[in-house]
C-alpha cells in the first residue's frame, strides 16, 4: 500500500485582476488537486489563493465555484484541506469551514506530519523590515478595523480592494522585481528560519508562500527552507512522503 502523501501549494491570487486568464488559472489548479487526490492525505494552502476575500455577514466574493467545489469534494473525501491567511486573504472567517470543511490558520503553525517537524506559514508574519507593512498588516489583522470596513457596501469595498491589488502589483513590478531570489543575505524568509533555529533547533523543514519564487534550500545538516512558488506563472508545489520532500511544477495541461 502507498503511503499517503502531504502537499503543499500558495499564491494563486484567485479572481486577480492581473490574470491574463482566470478562469484558465482556477481551472489549471482544480486539475493539479484531480491529480493529487488518489494519494494525499493533507493539502495546505499557504496563503493568498485569492487576491481578495472578505466575508460580510451574508456575502462572500463571488467566483471560484469550480476550486471551491473541489476542496469541498476532497474534503469529503476524507482528505484534510488547510488555508493559511495571506495578505491579501486576511479576511477569512466561519465560511470556508462551513461550507467546505477546511481548516483556517491565522499564525503561522509548528507540527509533525509524517515524522518530521515543520514550520508552516505564509511569509507576511514574519516579514519585520518594513514599518508601514507592518503597521498595515496590523490594521488589517485588527478585529475593530474589520468590524467597520463590514459596514462599507460590498459595491464599494470589493472594487477597492481589486484596484488596490493591482496597482501594488504594477507598482512593486516597476519598482524591482521583488519576487527574485537575491541570495541568503538578502532573503528574509532565510535570515528568520536561520535565527528561529537557534531557539527550536528540532524543526525539519520551513514551508513558506508570499514570495513567488521557487527555493530549496539547506540551511543545516538537518533543516531545509522552501519556498512554494506560485499559481500564477510557477504554477509549483511541494509533495511530502515521509521521507522525501521535493518542489515541483505542475505542467499537465487540458
Not at 482556477?26 to 485569492?50: P, T
Not at 457596501?153 to 524591482?176: C, D, E, I, V
Not at 528561529?196 to 534550500?217: A, E, Q, S, V
Request: aromatic share 18%; charged share 25%; proline share 2%.
Amino acid at each position: 500500500m502507498n503511503q499517503k502523501k502531504i502537499y503543499f501549494a500558495s499564491d494563486a491570487h484567485l479572481g486577480a485582476r492581473f490574470h491574463k486568464d482566470p478562469l484558465a488559472t482556477e481551472k489549471k489548479l482544480v486539475r493539479w488537486l484531480d491529480f493529487i487526490k488518489q494519494n494525499a492525505s493533507a493539502i495546505y494552502f499557504l496563503g493568498d489563493m485569492f487576491d481578495y476575500w472578505f466575508e460580510y455577514k451574508y456575502v462572500v466574493p463571488k467566483g471560484f465555484i469550480r476550486f471551491l467545489g473541489k476542496v469541498a469534494e476532497l474534503a469529503d473525501s476524507g482528505i484534510e484541506i488547510h488555508f493559511f491567511i495571506g495578505n491579501h486573504d486576511i479576511w477569512m472567517f466561519d465560511y470556508l469551514p462551513k461550507e467546505t470543511g477546511a481548516i483556517i490558520h491565522r499564525e503561522p503553525l509548528t507540527i509533525d506530519l509524517l515524522g518530521k517537524r515543520f514550520f508552516l506559514g505564509h511569509g507576511d508574519e514574519v516579514d519585520d523590515r518594513s514599518l508601514s507593512f507592518r503597521f498595515i498588516r496590523a490594521l488589517f489583522r485588527n478585529k475593530f478595523c474589520q468590524w467597520l470596513y463590514a459596514g462599507i457596501h460590498p459595491r464599494w469595498t470589493m472594487g477597492f480592494a481589486y484596484a488596490w491589488s493591482l496597482h501594488s502589483r504594477r507598482s512593486g513590478l516597476q519598482q524591482k522585481e521583488k519576487d527574485k531570489y537575491e541570495g541568503e543575505d538578502a532573503e528574509y524568509l532565510v535570515s528568520f528560519a536561520k535565527d528561529y533555529l537557534k531557539t527550536h533547533p528540532d524543526i525539519n523543514f520551513f514551508i513558506f508562500g508570499h514570495r513567488h519564487i521557487m527555493l530549496d534550500l539547506m540551511l543545516t545538516r538537518s533543516s531545509r527552507l522552501l519556498i512554494a512558488g506560485d499559481w500564477m506563472k510557477l504554477f509549483s508545489y511541494i509533495e511530502w512522503d515521509g521521507e522525501t520532500l521535493i518542489l515541483e511544477q505542475f505542467e499537465i495541461e487540458e
